[in-house]
């Protein structure tokens, strides 16, 4: 896809093509921007990490969903517009691939923290967000 996102490039975020992003790329999405890939939240101007998504692209509902970041990721600190986030984030993502269904009892990830960290945490549906959701009354967003 042609249209733009943030994506964190040579220690700022750059707008780059969707189709350009790589699996493990750090994006920062806008209020009203739709999701042109399935990320794991990790950051969110909404308190607690949280924000609210539209789903009418893929279930036809028109009622936000709360989607909330991975616990311990959404309270790093930094710039209150995030544009400095990546500089402070240290971890790896584990996760299924993606398939038809992408619901609870068919995706599966991980996240670890790093420098030297060996514990995973189990992430689950409210911390991914799938393609075709768009970004709803929320500033800002990042994930991976």
């Known amino acids: 896809n042609s249209q733009k996102v943030l994506a964190w490039r040579n220690n700022q975020f750059e707008p780059i093509r969707w189709m350009d992003i790589l699996a493990g790329d750090v994006v920062k999405i806008v209020n009203n921007q739709s999701f042109l890939a399935d990320i794991v939240l990790l950051q969110s ?77 189990p992430l689950n549906m409210t911390q991914l967000i799938l393609r075709g959701c768009r970004l709803r009354n929320t500033k800002w967003v990042i994930g991976m």
């Open 45 to 121: 101007s909404g308190s607690q990490g949280t924000c609210s998504i539209e789903t009418s692209n893929l279930d036809g509902e028109t009622n936000l969903k709360i989607k909330q970041a991975v616990p311990g990721t959404y309270n790093i600190t930094g710039s209150d517009d995030g544009t400095d986030y990546p500089l402070f984030f240290r971890g790896i993502l584990e996760s299924d691939g993606p398939n038809d269904k992408m619901d609870a009892s068919s995706w599966k990830g991980n996240f670890l923290y790093l420098p030297g960290s060996h514990t995973r945490i």
